[in-house]
């Protein structure tokens, strides 16, 4: 409860919640708020800002900020649903190194560290272009494989600190299983490490989506904000003056990604005394 306090009235933590909340009403409410539906194609194509069309119309006559207002949806879900399996394996993986050692550990630890070697974005690419099937799905699935390891790390070393405290050595004399020694003693005292990472490959996740969707390696058919910026590329918006076609969707991510940043650097500085008093 004290750490919640002190994170509240935090201006980092404040400023990241108040921006990710307003994309999470954009998202909820996007049916609401988009005055046309983001697949209709019958406004008249290339049209600059307007009353009728605020972003204009896209190459193919849709309206550009209902594509945007539909497409936090997207965006959104792939960074919340990769940032929540990327941290349950970080949470398994790292909590089993750091309890059992030895064997296990070597094996997790060598796995872990051939995914840190390896340079995320070009394995997401050449995973993304062999894999035929194209959709969110598959953006979830590359994402998600790459974006574990350095959590994994993290919390390995903090859960060979902890299980050398008394109360886990009281729970493994009295002969709790190791779940229960992992899962209720050891893993309370590491939350706030958890919740920083599930922001921090959040953030990684919303800005890799939009990057392989940039690229056009994702389902270019969907609405989300890396998409919009794939077909403003291919249809050359800068060319035709709709700078906002590119510059809009590019500032949600940027934005989105500010938020996810500002609220894993408050929780750092809630939970660690010395940042607090900086």
Known sequence: MKYL???????KAAVGICILLFFVIVAIFAPCIAPYSP????????QMSSRQHLLGTTAVGQDIFSRVIWGTRLSLFVGIIIGLIATMVSVIVGLTAGYFGGLVDD???MITNIFLVIPGLPLMIIIAAYITVKGTVTIIFVISITGWAWGARVLRSQAMTLKNRDFVKASI????RPSHVIFS???????SLVVANFF?????????EAGLEFLGLGDSSA????????????????????????VVPGL??????VSFALINFAIDEVTNPRLRKR
């Open 252 to 257: 949600c991510i940027a934005l989105l990604g």
């Open 173 to 176: 004399v009295v002969g709790e």
């Open 223 to 246: 609405v989300s904000w890396g998409t919009i910026l794939f077909w403003s590329q291919n249809n050359n918006a800068m060319l035709f003056g709709l700078w906002q076609w590119m």
């Open 5 to 11: 306090l002190v994170f509240l009235h935090n201006k």
């Open 39 to 46: 697949t209709y194609m019958g406004f008249t194509p290339l």
């Open 107 to 109: 094996i997790l630890v």
């Open 200 to 208: 921090g490959v959040s953030l990684y996740a919303v800005l890799s």
């Open 185 to 191: 003693d050891i893993f309370p005292n590491m939350l």
